[in-house]
């Protein structure tokens, strides 16, 4: 939304009081405004009543209709799968910019039915990701006080009830070898959770983790991009975070294991999301981009950690395959080309 908003103007509103402060701080030259929920004679209600365009990263079906503004939709994360039941809940919209081939794919299998405007703007996120400059790079090792002279190994899971964490990020902790720095990102659902099981987790792993040089816990230091820009190697559920990487060509390494284990994200994708069979087999290709700790049989992170980095050129061609089919061409243009199909369609 930001990197939007840099573009064509306007106002970011939400009715948490916690993500305006987040935004604000995350990007503070972008202008935002609360809604008040049981007050809509004030603030961002009566922002959205007046306004021409309204774009959203959800469908808020029982609350947008009542703005006659045109409502297009942009899309959170990287989307994997698109079934019949979330192209039902986008025919409210005008307009809907669709993150790459991938989710076009997916929509012509039911928009004989529906009939949606769409056009394919890339991933407007792109446009934040640091330049992979030794500078940055340096900076961003620094903000989190790990040793620039080592390479860098990123565990970024999926949200607990069906990633990793509780499987994975103790023994991830003790087996990574000391000669690379380690950074644990919990996911955002989990990091901020004021779960008993999750907050007993933290502790124990935050000990682990002082125990060995260069390893760190990052909740809020550094956005997920700047993580990524430093990662040698990200350690994944097959999620957003592994799909995002492959902009930076990173290497990949799969822990395939509980509910995010290739036979478990199949067996989701069919019976919950119904995608089509040749999208579930294309989406799982992500498999491909590197080896997994568990399904190829390593004896411990160490060892499938120094074989995903060592034998990184080995799925080069897989990751470039992967990235073109979710994302189209790698460039950071998606916003001017949302602004330049909002000037041609209401301008």
Known sequence: MAV??????????????STIQTFQNLYPDVKTMRRHRHFDWIGGH???????????????????????????????????????????????????????????????RFNDKYNLNYSVSGYIPFALYPEQTEENRLTILRKLGLNPDKKTVV????????GTWFHCAEDIAKETPAEYN?????????????????????????????????????????????????????????????EESLFYDCAQLFADANRSSRTA????????????????DENLKLFDCGPSRYADGF???????NDAIQNKD?????????????????????AKRVVNTLTELYC
């Not at 073109?324 to 950071?332: H, L, N, V």
């Open 46 to 108: 009566q922002m959205l009543k007046k306004a021409d365009i309204i774009f959203s990263g959800a469908t808020y079906g029982k609350y947008l209709p009542q703005f006659t503004a045109k409502k297009c939709m942009l899309f959170h994360g990287t989307y994997g799968s698109v079934s019949p039941s979330v192209v039902e809940g986008w025919t409210g919209f005008d307009h809907l910019f669709l993150i790459g081939p991938r989710m076009e794919r997916q929509l012509h």
């Open 314 to 334: 080995k799925y080069a061609q897989a990751r470039s395959r992967c990235f073109k089919y979710i994302f189209g061409e790698k460039d950071t243009h998606a």
């Open 299 to 305: 004896n411990n992170w160490a060892e499938a950690i």
């Open 265 to 280: 994200l199949r067996e989701f994708l069919r019976t919950v999301d119904k995608l089509h069979e040749e999208d579930i």
């Open 182 to 242: 380690l950074i644990l990102r919990p996911h955002p659902n989990q990091a901020y959770s004021s779960k008993r099981k999750d907050k007993l987790s933290f502790k124990h792993i935050s000990r682990l983790t002082k125990l060995r040089p260069d390893c760190s816990i990052d909740l809020s230091i550094c956005s997920l991009p700047e993580l990524e820009c430093v990662a040698d190697l990200i350690i994944s559920d097959a999620n957003s975070p592994a």
């Open 4 to 17: 939007l908003q840099r573009q064509c103007g306007g106002t970011f509103i939400s009715n948490r009081k």
């Open 155 to 162: 565990y970024t899971p999926s949200k607990s009830t069906v």
